[in-house]
């Protein structure tokens, strides 16, 4: 049976994992559920299933590898990422790359609060003159590497894409000024299993949020 991939049929914290696994070859189910409209935002597709999948700790997004559930984003992608021979080799490379995907998560997080904010329009600009150094950083480390871990790509490197081309979307001119992580996302495009994925039906480019968010909730 076919792993399963349960989360809102948008991208959020979930799409870091699709790629992954799109990434890795393996056929999985993306099961979707969906977030009503305004004003109430129902979510009674999921609720109504939350606590009878088996779950320790239900939430979105899960991931059911046969008899094996996990929840918590990072923790399904560092899972897809060690089943397919990636994740580091020892423990220096293993808590190397928990850093550099902590790192991005720092940066998502922010980017979250604010979208989810009803006071989005007064924190946009703040988040906007805030992300400079955030992406100073991740530029600065990229300095001689390929990719965040090097020369080979790893798990971080497919939450810090998402990351970067949906903040890209928020704001198209954010990465002008940084060449290098530009020449990152098109670096990541190109590998073929991302390229032919992004080419089929499977692929989803928006909404990267839920109704309720003031942005990419209708993307």
């Known amino acids: 049976m076919a792993p399963k991939l349960g989360y809102w049929k948008i991208r959020g914290l979930a799409q870091p994992i699709r790629l992954l696994l ?27 299933e939350k606590f009878t999948l088996g779950l320790d ?12 559930s996990l929840t918590q984003s990072d923790t399904i992608l ?5 089943s397919n021979g ?3 080799t020892n423990p220096k490379e293993r808590a190397t790359l928990s850093m550099l ?3 991005v998560d720092d940066l998502r997080w922010t980017y979250l609060r604010a979208v989810y ?21 991740f530029d600065r480390y990229l300095s001689g590497r390929i990719w965040l871990s ?5 798990y971080p490197d497919f939450n810090l894409y998402d990351l ?5 979307a928020l704001e198209p001119t954010c990465l002008d000024n940084y060449p290098r992580l530009k020449k990152y996302l098109t670096d990541f495009e190109a590998l073929p299993q991302i390229s032919a994925y992004m080419k089929s039906p499977r692929f989803m480019k928006s909404p990267y949020n839920n109704p309720i968010a003031a942005w990419g909730g209708d993307v």
């Open 57 to 68: 700790f239900p939430n979105l997004p899960y991931y059911k590898d046969g008899d094996f």
């Open 164 to 168: 970067l081309d949906t903040l890209k």
């Open 78 to 82: 560092r899972y897809v990422a060690e």
């Open 22 to 48: 799109e990434y890795n070859g393996v056929e999985f189910d993306d099961f979707m559920y969906v977030c009503g409209p305004a004003p109430d935002f129902c979510k009674k597709s999921w609720l109504d």
């Open 86 to 88: 990636m994740g580091g």
């Open 117 to 137: 904010s009803s006071e989005f329009e007064k924190l946009k600009p703040q988040l906007l003159s805030d992300l400079p150094n955030h992406l100073n950083q």
């Open 150 to 154: 090097g020369e080979k790509v790893d």
């Open 101 to 103: 995907n902590g790192t």
